[in-house]
């Protein structure tokens, strides 16, 4: 499909997504791409980034390495789920909103229709072993698909020895020290200002003009004929108007309805106050879903009574071994909620309604954050100083994936997690009684599979779900 222009060139708004001249995806083509990466999006948002770069980057070649890391620089500085907004950017980038909303949209899909029915089935039945049974394989390969990512992340963004410095210093910030993810990302931006000023050949990783073709550089680098490597459409230059305007249409959806809930449903009711909270947590989010677990918890089971303790566990085992964003657990914590205070209506329907609540709340600030910045980050992808500093950036986020792997893998692999504390560090030590052979044995092979023998994700979860299923219930 050709693009229609306006007289000074620029792309037209039309009926159908436009395709952006040059790229020439079809937005049927990337539709089916981006439900492709809904699908694969297990693991959290190490896995899930890292199986956009390999499907958009390396296999598709849509876009190029050092935009990919530049994007996704931006969003771990947003809050919310940094992976699907990643998924919105690019897809906006291709096919400007239409594009961003199709994106974002499938990656949470599968997500939410998958918690939507395990909270059906949590709330009505209780009875989850052959649930568990198929989460507990599956968690296995989890965890060989984040330590996988960890380290595809890991090779691209730490090329020199500074970086890989302040890679260590953001993991023992957040892990040992429980630092604010915002305060890590701050003190990597300037780590990365000073050393792109005095020390700038190892802070400029990623160059921003086109490649230099020195010997061997094309072959070491899949992504140097990207369709979207450097250049880019017109519609992802800035302006100031449109800025504005998507701002204030994506308030106006975020906020008006749940005014307008408040208003049918009383101030006090779980739905409004489900609304509230989840919109709370939506623009204080920083690092993921962990970095606000604990709040979430203790606001949910103390202050809400919506859940009893020792539930929000079993919510964000849904949300780690289904597809999509791990703050999909917010999802679970509304439906329980209204399931237990249902109102007027009937349980099941004031859960699935919650729930819907919950989604809409926590996801429409993501395409409010895109669609109004992403033309300003694209706009300041060549300036030298905001490269050396999202050089600092990246290498800190590797160090807070490291963390979130660190986490996810003791919880897989041990059934009791304890901490030690003291002198403001704090550490988290397994009880190594407590440790789950059967687990430790599908970890391993889910690693040496993917890692050793390039087995691919699919097969690798299919695998373990079977093995793990056949054992949890042997030892049942």
Not at 177 to 197: E, Q
């Amino acid at each position: 499909m050709t693009p229609s222009t306006t007289p000074g060139g620029a792309p037209a708004l039309a009926s159908q997504p436009p395709e952006p001249a040059g790229h020439g995806i079809a937005f049927g083509t990337a539709l089916k791409v981006w439900l492709r990466v809904a699908l694969l999006s297990f693991g959290g948002p190490a896995g899930q980034i890292a199986v956009m770069h390999r499907i958009l980057v390396e296999e598709k070649r849509w876009i190029g390495e050092n935009r990919f890391l530049h994007a996704l620089n931006y969003c771990m500085l947003l809050p919310g789920p940094e992976a699907q907004q990643l998924a919105t950017y690019i897809g906006w980038m291709l096919h400007r909103t239409a594009g961003g909303l199709a994106a974002g949209t499938l990656f949470i899909l599968p997500g939410v229709l998958s918690i939507l029915g395990l909270s059906i089935l949590y709330a009505g039945f209780h009875q989850t072993a052959l649930v568990q049974a198929l989460f507990f394989g599956i968690k296995a390969a989890v965890l060989a698909v984040v330590v996988e990512a960890v380290l595809r992340i890991g090779r691209r963004a730490l090329k020199t020895r500074p970086l890989v410095m302040i890679a260590l210093a953001a993991f023992v910030g957040i892990y040992v020290f429980s630092l604010p993810f915002p305060l890590i990302v701050a003190a990597a931006a300037l780590a990365g200002l000073a050393g792109g000023r005095f020390w700038p050949e190892k802070f400029q990783v990623a160059s921003h003009g086109k490649p230099a073709h020195s010997s061997g550089a094309a072959q070491d680098d899949p992504a140097l004929d990207a369709l979207l490597a450097d250049g880019g459409p017109e519609h992802i230059r800035p302006s100031t108007r449109r800025a504005l305007s998507t701002a204030a249409l994506w308030l106006t959806l975020w906020l008006v309805p749940l005014g307008a809930l408040a208003l049918l449903t009383g101030l006090d009711s779980t739905f409004t106050q489900v609304g509230i909270f989840f919109s709370k947590l939506a623009v204080v989010t920083f690092g993921g879903a962990y970095s606000v677990l604990a709040y979430m918890a203790q606001e949910a089971v103390n202050h809400y009574g919506w859940l009893a303790p020792g539930e929000m566990l079993d919510g964000l085992g849904m949300a780690e071994t289904t597809p999509g964003p791990l703050i999909m657990v917010v999802q679970f914590v509304g439906f329980m909620g209204a399931f237990r205070d249902p109102g007027m209506l009937n349980p099941y329907a004031a859960g699935v309604l919650a729930s819907g609540v919950a989604v809409w709340v926590t996801f429409t600030p993501c395409f409010l954050w895109i669609f109004t910045g992403a033309p300003y980050v694209e706009w300041l992808r060549g300036n030298k100083a905001l490269s050396a500093a999202l050089s600092g950036i990246t290498a800190a986020v590797v160090g807070v994936v490291l963390n979130l792997a660190l986490w996810f893998g003791l919880h897989v692999v041990f059934t009791r997690v304890g901490e030690v504390s003291g002198y403001g560090a704090r550490l988290l030590v397994p009880e190594w009684s407590s440790l789950n052979p059967g687990a430790a044995v599908l970890s391993a092979g889910a690693m040496l599979a993917m890692l050793r023998f390039k087995v691919g994700m699919i097969p690798t979860l299919a695998a373990s779900a079977t093995l793990g299923a056949g054992w949890f219930l042997l030892m049942r």
